[in-house]
């Protein structure tokens, strides 16, 4: 294992919709029948001789036993690629723990929001979190315990497809004023369209908050892999006041 910290630059593989047609999204519009505005008059009743039926007494039904939900016990996963960082929150602009090369095996044992970090252990005894990206998981990430970790600065939203549905596995950076890429955060959209950002305690300023990239696994594209439309303009993004505050973007047509 590499002990020495050296910053590891991570390429994102961005999917450029130049070149790409677009495909209007289809709408579907069911129909229903009109509603009933009035209830229908009860039939006249027919007096008849009463009748005096015997008393029967039914079982008791045993009681529903509290079912227990089964504590989760982990999940192996092992480290893709070489110098990979251990982080102390869910962020490339968080400290880094550590770092671990190739095949190195890891617990993992929760993920935050959105679809970017998972909660590990490592080998050797130390928590925090690595990109997700950069693991094979043996088994589905969103099985994981969804955590949101306490002592950051959070920025969080949705991006929509034009007809308004998530726009799943949509890439979005979040960029400090005077800054270049070096020094921004990038986020990745969930199955509900949600992305959330982990930015240090100290963090302030109006950042650039902008959608740029997409996976060919996305919603939001076509079966060529072209985005279904184009990605809405930057956002201009007061971090310090966002955290009762969703920043929704929406893919136009």
């Known amino acids: 294992m590499k002990r020495i910290l050296i910053a590891l630059t991570l390429t994102t593989a961005l999917v ?9 999204p289809t709408t579907v519009t069911s129909t229903y029948p009109a509603p009933i505005t009035t209830e229908p ?12 039926l015997p008393t029967v007494s039914l079982p008791t039904a045993p009681p529903t036993a509290a079912v227990t939900p089964a504590p989760f016990n982990g999940m192996k996963a092992e480290v893709t690629v070489d110098n990979l960082f251990l982080r102390a929150g869910p962020g ?10 190739e095949g190195e095996p890891v617990e993992a044992w929760g993920r935050a929001p959105g679809w970017s970090w998972v909660y590990v252990k490592t080998d050797d005894d130390l928590h925090g979190w690595m990109k997700l990206e ?3 998981l043996e088994g589905d990430f969103y099985d994981l315990p969804e955590v949101i970790p306490d002592g950051f600065i959070i920025v969080r939203g949705h991006v929509y497809t034009p007809d308004g549905s998530p726009a799943s596995h ?33 963090a302030s300023g109006t950042w650039t908050l ?44």
Request: charged share 15%; glycine share 8%.
């Open 16 to 24: 450029l919709t130049a070149g790409c047609g677009r495909l209007a």
């Open 41 to 52: 008059l009860p039939p006249t009743a027919t007096l008849r001789p009463t009748v005096s």
């Open 92 to 101: 490339f602009l968080l400290p880094a723990l550590e770092m671990y090369d």
């Open 134 to 136: 950069l693991l094979k």
């Open 170 to 202: 949509i890439t979005l950076t979040l960029t400090p004023p005077g800054a270049g890429a070096a020094d921004e955060d990038a986020a990745t959209t969930d199955d509900q369209g949600r992305f959330y950002f982990f930015l240090p305690e100290d």
């Open 210 to 253: 902008a959608a740029g990239a997409y996976g060919c696994e996305s919603s939001a594209v076509d079966a060529s892999c072209c985005l279904v439309g184009s990605f809405p303009p930057a956002q201009q993004v007061d971090v310090r006041a966002s955290a009762e505050v969703w920043h929704n973007l929406q893919i136009s047509d």
